[in-house]
């Protein structure tokens, strides 16, 4: 059976699998049809956001704002082709800000990482920088889109929380392929405060986490994801 472009997580929130279920995009969607996409996957993804976007009863005309949740090539990737195509620019955190402005991607923490950094394609497309982020902002999106810092996996990683519809998007703060897991430590820029940093999603309320990698949990995916974090005790 063929998948739909879209996934709705709730009314206005869309997941857009653009690797499978591996690499995933969202939209958030307001009321007046104005709509808001985070994260963009790959550089081949451009286009299957564009698709999606059709599919849910959008244009490319209605896009007024552009999210990343951090400077790697699997969520930056396909932000030129989106970027190009909607002539905006991107709102990212300000620690990774200069990263998505040159197409590179942050230190990684380990020699793994760091010989992967230098494989041809680790980079991505530059794309210019609209608004940089901070920790607690609340944007203007679907209603509210609460900015939560959660650096480790990159310096500016962050974590978006829509207070109205009780979606998380955990970013690759906390992966679910298969199940709960922490992202590769070798494409860490800091594992350690990877790993501390996750605690803050600990604490939010949210009724539903969606992930930039893997399916998203609907059924207490705050008691799921407390219990992964009490295995994995900070310090
Ligand atoms: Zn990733």
Redesign the pocket.
Known sequence: MARDPAVLLAPGVWRIPLLGDW?NGFVFRDDDDQVTLLDMGLSSSGPKVITALAWIGSDVTDVTRLLLT?A?S??AGGAAHVAQRTGLGIGVHTDDAGFVRSGTVPPFGSALGRLMARLPGSGFTAVPVAEELTDGRVLPVAGGLRVVHTPG?SPGHASYLHEESGVLVT??AIFNVRRLRW?LRA?CTDFTMTRQSAHRLGELDYTTAAF??GPELRDRPRVDIRAFLARHPVG
Do not use: R, S, Y
Request: no cysteine.
């Open positions: 690499v951090h790697h699997d969520h996996h970013g690759d992202p494409l930039t990698h």
